[in-house]
């Protein structure tokens, strides 16, 4: 069976979708953090939501992975990096694989 999954940047309309994956993907009281923390970084002033991905099957969300951006200081110089926060996939047969 193959599944053709679409990796997008998220929507304000995938929000919803996005919370039921990490609630899957996580305990019931680790998913309230996670869901938490996820819309407390989409709040910060140097988010970007073209580093919010989903995976998306069937007009339905799998998965979705976070990379959020950092200023660092490193020997007096500013740096950017991006750090990878919460993600997870929903699992379904042949998802991981293909997803991988």
Same mark, same amino acid.
């Given at each position: ?33 996670? +869901?938490?923390?996820?819309?407390? *970084? =989409? ?5 970007? /939501?073209?580093? #919010?991905?989903v995976a998306e099957a ?19 110089k500013e740096l950017r990096?991006? +750090?990878?926060?919460?993600?997870? *996939? =929903? ?5 991981? /694989?293909?997803? #991988?």
């Open positions: 069976m193959t599944i053709d999954i679409r990796i997008r940047a998220e929507e304000k309309t995938d929000y919803f979708q996005i919370a039921e994956v990490h609630a899957q993907a996580f305990d019931q009281t680790r998913s309230i953090g996670i +869901a938490v923390l996820v819309d407390t *970084l =989409r709040h910060r002033k140097h988010y970007d /939501a073209d580093l #919010s991905l069937d007009g339905r969300i799998l998965g979705h992975v976070l990379f959020t951006e950092h200023r660092l200081r490193v020997e007096g990096a991006v +750090a990878l926060a919460p993600s997870c *996939l =929903r699992f379904k047969p042949g998802v991981s /694989a293909s997803v #991988s």
